[in-house]
């Protein structure tokens, strides 16, 4: 699977648009772009993925550029809740199904009022 | 809706002994994956199961080994406890046949090695 690299870390006031940035400049074809999240010692949450089209659901909307080296995921209003490590990744598929997810150093978003 | 159940929440034991940690995945999923989470690390995977068999392996110790039973609940066996086995311990499970290919994690065995 290909490799990200995201900001270390960010911060953004409640209320505001929170958007993370994240390069992965040697995806392939066919993998995806997927995003999830860690809240301090939680399970990681899923919030988001992409092929190559803008994705939006209730949590994220998710920006990926033509060329699909790059991705930008967007919080519309950040609250407090959500300070948290977000992580990108770039994950295949495979014959029975999804590849595992491989976190790397994701970014961590801190919310502040 | 259920949840994936994962079972110590924590555990405390002496080197050199053995721990099993037990998840259940969400009913009709039929994979499950281990990962590792050390002290200020990201998640790191072990291995991951399909339909009962191995289906991948990360970087898990010779001294792991893990199953996926007839039920679809899993088991991580850790032999020759070491101090640098203390984490957190997280199991996902999720569904070959989803759209999202979403993987719904628990929430975390913590294995502390004295």
């Known amino acids: 699977d290909a490799k990200t690299t995201q900001p270390t870390s960010m911060d953004c006031a409640e209320g505001r648009a929170a958007n993370l940035p994240c390069n992965h400049s040697?995806?392939?074809?066919?993998?995806?772009v997927y995003w999830y999240r860690q809240i301090h010692s939680q399970g990681p949450q899923y919030i988001i993925h992409?092929?190559?089209n803008n994705e939006t659901n209730e949590m994220a909307s998710l920006i990926i550029t033509e060329d699909r080296k790059s991705s930008t995921l967007i919080l519309p209003h950040a609250t407090l809740r959500d300070t948290a490590v977000y992580y990108c990744?770039?994950?295949?598929?495979?014959?029975?199904?999804?590849?595992?997810?491989?976190f790397g150093a994701g970014t961590r978003l801190a919310v502040h009022p | 809706a259920a949840g994936v159940i994962q079972s110590p929440r924590h555990l405390i034991k002496e080197k050199r002994e053995t721990a099993t940690l037990k998840c259940y995945p969400i009913?009709?999923?039929?994979?499950v994956y281990w990962y590792q989470q050390g002290p200020g690390q990201d998640p790191q995977f072990l291995i991951s199961?399909?339909?009962?068999?191995?289906?991948d392996k990360g970087s898990i110790p010779d001294r792991f080994s893990a199953q996926q039973f007839s039920d679809y609940h899993s088991e991580l066996n850790m032999s020759s406890l070491e101090l640098g086995d203390s984490a957190l311990y997280f199991c996902?499970?999720?569904?070959?046949?989803?759209?999202?290919?979403?993987?719904?994690f628990g929430e975390g065995s913590r294995l502390t090695v004295l």
């Open positions: 990744i770039v994950r295949g598929l495979f014959s029975g199904g999804y590849n595992k997810l491989i």
């Open positions: 199961f399909y339909e009962k068999m191995q289906s």
């Open positions: 996902a499970s999720g569904s070959s046949g989803s759209y999202t290919g979403e993987l719904f």
């Open positions: 040697t995806i392939s074809g066919n993998e995806y």
């Open positions: 009913p009709r999923h039929d994979t």
């Open positions: 992409g092929l190559k």
